[in-house]
């Protein structure tokens, strides 16, 4: 047995041949789904794992910040006073922005997290990242649970709209794998993914409409700073999901960008992002161990 690895790796540096570590998604989609949603699974358990509220605690970090926001902007600054429900729009804002950053920001550091798992020998790395979108995903379907028992305890009623809102948060799943795809590869040469990516989020969370309506902006007529505020993804996934679920008198996202041609901005930048982070996940997958 010996002296035919050692014929192998005579005939491999004869050759030039460079040995490639595990791929990305390797030759079996499926192993790939059930490794990430066994990952998620685990680690969805184990985050409550003794805890004597249990999910409990999932609840808790949007609400005390719905609180703080509401209590500032709409009791003292009067923001929102003349949009239907903007309590509810605040809070849908709030948990949204939850699983956003939680999807890309647990991704940011997962591989390094796995490194145990990312060392064998036919582990898929895609897994990982994944595991992570999923992860926030269950903790959305928590999250989601107060949004629609404050929206009908305010007066809300269901609506065909509710239907549309499961393919605006697959959307933002996907670019929020995209964007965990590009980082998670990142993160392991430049470990100062993690800290621009911080910066990152706390920009985007006060630059987005979330505390405020858009609204407040065309009254102030800054249309323009609008229609730039509505290229990001993730403003058009809210601003729409506000319009959908909560009621059709908040506008639209395509009222809120402009309309065409911006709107096809958002989803170029999803698409863009989810090939580019394939593509660089995918050459930098079988080196992954050795840069750990």
Request: aromatic share 14%.
């Amino acid at each position: 047995m010996s002296t035919n690895i050692a014929a192998a790796v005579a005939r491999i540096e004869q050759t030039g041949t460079q040995m490639r570590g595990p791929t990305a998604l390797g030759t079996n989609p499926r192993r790939l789904l059930t490794l990430a949603w066994t990952l998620a699974v685990t680690d969805f358990r184990l985050k409550f794992f003794g805890s004597a509220l249990g999910y409990a605690w999932q609840l808790v970090q949007p609400l005390m910040l719905f609180g703080v926001l509401y209590t500032v902007f709409s009791l003292f600054l009067d923001v929102g006073e003349n949009i239907k429900y903007y309590p509810v729009a605040l809070l849908l804002g709030i948990v949204l922005f939850t699983f956003f950053n939680e999807a890309t920001s647990q991704s940011v550091r997962s591989l390094m997290v796995r490194e145990s798992l990312v060392r064998k020998v036919d582990f898929l790395r895609l897994a990982v990242p994944l595991a992570s979108v999923l992860v926030a995903l269950f903790n959305l379907g928590l999250n989601l649970v107060p949004v629609f028992v404050f929206l009908l305890a305010s007066g809300g009623r269901p609506h065909l709209g509710w239907l549309m809102f499961p393919f605006m948060i697959a959307g933002l799943a996907v670019f929020a794998l995209g964007l965990g795809m590009l980082l998670s590869a990142m993160f392991v040469r430049y470990r100062d993914v993690d800290p621009i990516w911080t910066l990152t989020l706390q920009v985007m969370f006060y630059a987005t409409p979330i505390f405020y309506p858009v609204e407040l902006l065309f009254d102030k007529d800054l249309d323009g700073v609008a229609h730039a505020l509505m290229c990001s993804p993730f403003a058009m996934v809210l601003q729409q999901a506000r319009y959908w679920v909560i009621d059709p008198s908040h506008m639209s996202f395509l009222e809120a960008i402009g309309g065409f041609p911006l709107a096809i901005v958002p989803p170029l930048i999803v698409v863009g992002t989810v090939v580019v982070g394939y593509r660089f996940f995918s050459r930098e997958a079988p080196r992954v161990a050795e840069e750990l």
